[in-house]
Nanobody, 115 residues
Framework: QVQVVESGGGLVQPGGSLRLSCAASGGIGSISDMGWYRQAPGKQRELVAS???????NYGDSVRGRFTISRDNAKNTVYLQMNSLKPEDTATYYCNAVSAFVNYWGQGTQVTVSS
């Protein structure tokens, strides 16, 4: 069983920055894809960014150019640097890790962008 733990959420003013971290541990297989998704109240969960073990990256259209995903394979850790934050980025951010074709999710971390 893989455990996924996020950290780094909080309250930030519009235009500010935050960095989220997520560590995956446990299980017997390697972690392939890792990524971040978010869900705002009343909306569906959407992709923010994902990264394969080999470093191929995909961004959601609404964050491309403002957010940067990176990964440390040795630590099974993924990071999300969020710059130029907007009120519409407010959501619960969930980390996802894939191992042996099974998706594992963290408990979520709240990001609130407000003045």
């Amino acid at each position: 069983q893989v455990q996924v733990v996020e950290s780094g959420g909080g309250l930030v003013q519009p235009g500010g920055s935050l960095r989220l971290s997520c560590a995956a541990s446990g299980g017997i297989g390697s972690i392939s894809d890792m990524g971040w998704y978010r869900q705002a109240p009343g909306k569906q969960r959407e992709l923010v960014a994902s990264i394969t073990r080999g470093g191929r990256i995909n961004y959601g259209d609404s964050v491309r150019g403002r957010f940067t995903i990176s990964r440390d394979n040795a630590k099974n850790t993924v990071y999300l640097q969020m710059n130029s934050l907007k009120p519409e980025d407010t959501a619960t951010y969930y980390c996802n890790a894939v191992s042996a074709f099974v998706n594992y999710w963290g408990q979520g971390t709240q990001v609130t962008v407000s003045s």
